[in-house]
């Protein structure tokens, strides 16, 4: 009797194996570029969300849809925490089963974080990460039912920042490298962005991310670079922007900013704006109003798609 369980608990494991489609990669071979090994070691709380800090490996976990109800879209997704820390589920892992829920593959991407000293270059190092996983999933279109030309990036308040930078920084590979995944581009087919950080210049900044990036006293120059509003060009992919009127954290300046920035481009972009929602308000389960943003995005990614 207890061989024939033991049986069964390895086959339904072993189908659950094999059916998976949910699994985790490294997005560096070996020790990441810029990293300084202090001695730290990744924190994990699970409390009311999963958040995530002093990530030493970064990585990506892939959600694919079932075949059948794939579109061939993809989306990265950078969850928010000013910088310090991820909120891993709330705004990435539980945003890629949506996606999987609309035949979208979810891939979330756990990026290095400029504040715990591991960091070279700290300002370089997360969108060394974001530009890398996109190389990453393009490189793998193929194995994973992705169309390399529908591949997007998202993301969450900071995370929105990290999205639209490699939105607005993003270079095509290098040919000359002998790394096949770094030949090639990282730019993204189009950005989601959900109460973004844009900008890092006043009044509409959100100090705290700014501090986290460039430090307290940043250069200038760098503040130029990235207040991404003033880095959009033709080259920029499309962009839909959601956030609530009454968000008390990032001002709904940042969004708007950016919005106006593509609509002088004649770059296509959609802002969505509630009333209420403040920040933060990941899928809005049991609010409708505010969720309705999935809805939009469906829409708009079927837009994209015609």
């Known amino acids: 009797m207890k061989n024939k369980i033991a049986i069964t608990v390895f086959l339904i494991l072993t189908t659950i194996s094999i059916h998976s489609q949910d699994f985790r990669l490294p997005i560096y071979k070996g020790t990441p570029p810029g990293f300084k090994d202090n001695g730290g070691r990744e924190q994990v709380i699970s409390e009311d969300i999963v958040r995530i800090s002093h990530v030493q490996t970064p990585d990506i976990a892939v959600y694919l849809p079932s075949k059948k109800m794939a579109t061939g879209q993809a989306v990265i ?3 928010g925490g000013g910088y310090h820390i991820l909120a891993y589920d709330y705004e990435g892992t539980d945003i890629a089963r949506y996606l999987n829920s609309i035949g979208v593959a979810g ?14 270059v700290p300002h370089k190092t997360p969108l060394m990460d974001a530009q890398r996983a996109m190389r990453l999933v393009r490189s793998n279109a193929a194995k994973w039912n992705i169309n390399p030309s529908k591949i997007g990036i998202m993301g969450f308040s900071a995370g929105g920042h990290l999205a639209s930078t490699l939105g607005t920084h993003f270079d095509y590979g290098n040919k000359n490298s002998a790394d096949s995944v770094e030949r090639i581009s990282c730019r993204p087919d189009f950005m989601i962005l959900m109460y973004p950080v844009i900008t ?19 250069d200038p120059e760098l503040v130029k670079l990235y207040s991404n509003e003033l880095q959009v060009n033709t080259d920029t992919p499309p962009a839909i922007l959601f956030l609530a009127d009454d968000d008390k954290a990032v001002p709904s300046e940042n969004s708007i900013l950016m919005y106006k920035a593509l609509q002088a481009k004649g770059i296509p972009a959609e802002l969505h704006i509630v009333s209420e929602g403040g920040h933060g308000y ?10 309705s943003w999935t809805y939009n995005l469906k829409l708009w990614l079927e837009w994209l798609d015609r």
């Open 77 to 79: 997704i950078c969850p």
């Open 107 to 120: 891939i979330v991407l756990k990026y290095r974080l400029p504040v715990y000293g591991n960091c070279e």
């Open 200 to 218: 890092f210049t006043d009044p509409s900044l959100h100090k705290g991310s700014r501090e986290a990036l460039l430090g307290k006293d940043a």
């Open 282 to 291: 990941g899928l809005s389960t049991k609010n409708e109003h505010i969720g």
